[in-house]
């Protein structure tokens, strides 16, 4: 199994950035795709961005498309969620995983104020 441990969270003001990473015990990680979504209070969690195994083939979600970049690094063993022109609405708390083997982070959590 794979573990998974989100950090990089924090408080920011609307216009900022913030770097998440996601970083992942155990080996084979390369073969994996990994996932980023997020879950705002009382609210459903939902799909951030994803990006592949092997080549890195990435996906967004409609609302962070052009402002967050998701990218990894299997000699680290790490995924990166860069967050740029952040907005209250980003306000949530931060979720990698590895769908396929049900592996989820702990979360981070991300506040944006305005």
């Known amino acids: 199994q794979v573990q998974l441990v989100e950090s990089g969270g924090g408080l920011v003001q609307a216009g900022g950035s913030l770097r998440l990473s996601c970083a992942a015990s155990?080996?084979?990680?390369?073969?994996?795709?990994v996932g980023w979504f997020r879950q705002a209070p009382g609210k459903e969690r939902e799909f951030v961005a994803a990006?592949?195994?092997?080549?890195?083939?990435?996906s967004y979600a409609d609302s962070v498309k052009g402002r967050f970049t998701i990218s990894r690094d299997n000699a680290k063993n790490t995924v990166y969620l860069q967050m740029n022109n952040l907005q209250p609405d980003d306000t949530a708390v931060y979720y990698c995983?590895?769908?396929?083997?049900?592996?989820w982070g702990q979360g981070t959590q991300v506040t944006v104020s305005s």
């Open positions: 995983a590895i769908v396929t083997l049900a592996s």
């Open positions: 155990g080996r084979a990680f390369s073969t994996y795709g």
């Open positions: 990006i592949s195994r092997g080549v890195g083939s990435t």
